[in-house]
């Protein structure tokens, strides 16, 4: 199970830090994503952390958003800083379980996917 928080209303220029956690056992060795889905788009990749560490942004949010783990607390996080209104969307947590190294992008390799949280930055 993977439940998204932290998303709501914003003025452009603020922050939000959106929290995902996730159920499992092996939750340190997921891959962990976050995707977002403005109305009438597909969902894009926005940032992805592997089990080691490593991570992926998408060019649209790179310097802006930050992606960590808290690894004891099974939560992933997605802190968002410098918002802009073209970032208003849904915003998706996924985990991929079975340990890749590399950094997922692609939506069908993810196995489990929370109900997203809205995030909203008025202009």
């Known amino acids: 199970q993977v439940v998204e928080s932290g998303g709501g209303l914003v003025q452009a220029g603020g922050s939000l830090r959106l929290s995902c956690a996730a159920s499992?056992?092996?939750?340190?060795?997921?891959?962990m994503g976050w995707f977002r889905q403005a109305p009438g788009k597909e969902r894009e990749f926005v940032a992805g952390i592997n089990w080691s560490g490593d991570t992926k942004y998408s060019d649209s949010v790179k310097g802006r958003f930050t992606i960590s783990r808290d690894n004891a607390k099974n939560t992933v996080y997605l802190q968002m800083n410098s918002l802009k209104p073209e970032d208003t969307a849904v915003y998706y947590c996924?985990?991929?379980?079975?340990?890749?190294?590399?950094?997922?992008?692609?939506?069908?390799?993810?196995?489990?996917w929370g109900q997203g949280t809205q995030v909203t930055v008025s202009s």
């Open positions: 996924a985990a991929e379980i079975h340990g890749s190294t590399v950094i997922i992008t692609t939506i069908y390799e993810y196995d489990y």
């Open positions: 499992g056992r092996t939750f340190s060795n997921y891959c």
